[in-house]
C-alpha cells in the first residue's frame, strides 16, 4: 500500500512530460505559440549599366542649283512692241474743214514718218487737198511732238502738237505760204503683226495760221482715218 502513491506519482508525472498528441486539442491541453525567429539579411545593391547607343553621323552631300530662267515666247499677233527707239510710216485720208465767210470740206490725204522714242513721237506730216477750191489746192508740210498715253496697251490716246508751212497753190498764179501752228489728238488700236505693229487710228488736227500771205492764212481742222506701221 506504501507504493501505492508513488505510482500514481510517476503515472501523473509521465503524463505530463509526454509530447503532445495530434488529439490534444479533444483533450482540452493549451500549447503555447512557438515563433521562428529568422535574421533579416539585407540584399546586396545590384549595379545596373545602361548603356546609350552609339551615334551614327551620316555625311550627306545636298547641291542646290539656281533653276533655269524661263523665256516666254509670245507668238508674233500677241506681241506688242514697246522698246524704242522704232521707227513708222503712215498714210491716211479724211477731210479738211475750213472756217470763215463759209464752211466748206474738201477730201484730203495724208502721209507721215517719225520716230517713237518709248511714249514720246517725232513726226513729219503732209497734208494734201487737190481740190480745195474751184482755182487752187492746198499742202501742208510740218514737223510736231506728240505723247502717246498707255504705252503697251492695244487702246490709247495721243496728244500732240507742231508747227508747219500752208501751202495756197492756185492755177497760173504764184504759190501762197502762211506759217501755222498744229494740235493733234487721236485715239489708235494697236494689232502685232509679223513685220511689226499696226497703228489704226482716227485723228483730228487744228491748223491754226500764225503770219503768211492772206490767201494762205486758212484755218483748217483736218479729220479723218490713219493707219501706221511700227517696226
Request: glycine share 10%.
Amino acid at each position: 500500500m506504501r507504493s501505492l502513491p508513488l505510482l500514481l506519482l510517476v503515472a501523473t508525472f509521465g503524463i505530463i512530460a509526454a509530447p503532445p498528441s495530434a488529439n490534444a486539442q479533444d483533450w482540452g491541453v493549451r500549447r503555447p505559440h512557438r515563433t521562428l525567429l529568422v535574421p533579416h539579411v539585407a540584399p546586396q545593391p545590384v549595379q545596373v549599366v545602361v548603356t546609350p547607343p552609339a551615334t551614327r553621323v551620316i555625311r550627306t552631300r545636298v547641291v542646290i542649283r539656281d533653276p533655269q530662267p524661263t523665256t516666254l515666247e509670245l507668238r508674233p499677233e500677241e506681241r506688242i512692241q514697246t522698246a524704242g527707239p522704232r521707227w513708222y510710216l503712215g498714210a491716211g485720208m479724211g477731210a479738211l474743214l475750213r472756217f470763215g465767210d463759209e464752211t466748206s470740206a474738201t477730201p484730203s490725204y495724208r502721209f507721215d514718218a517719225g520716230i517713237l522714242a518709248g511714249s514720246a513721237e517725232f513726226s513729219l506730216r503732209f497734208d494734201l487737198a487737190p481740190g480745195f477750191d474751184e482755182r487752187a489746192s492746198l499742202y501742208t508740210a510740218g514737223a510736231g511732238f506728240g505723247y502717246r498715253f498707255l504705252e503697251g496697251s492695244r487702246v490709247r490716246p495721243v496728244l500732240g502738237v507742231g508747227l508747219e508751212t500752208i501751202f495756197y497753190n492756185p492755177q497760173e498764179e504764184d504759190t501762197q505760204r502762211a506759217f501755222a501752228a498744229t494740235g493733234r489728238g487721236a485715239v489708235e488700236l494697236d494689232v502685232p503683226t509679223r513685220f511689226g505693229n499696226l497703228a489704226i487710228g482716227l485723228d483730228a488736227t487744228i491748223h491754226q495760221p500764225i503770219a503768211g500771205s492772206e490767201s494762205a492764212m486758212r484755218r483748217l481742222l483736218g479729220i479723218g482715218a490713219h493707219i501706221h506701221l511700227v517696226f
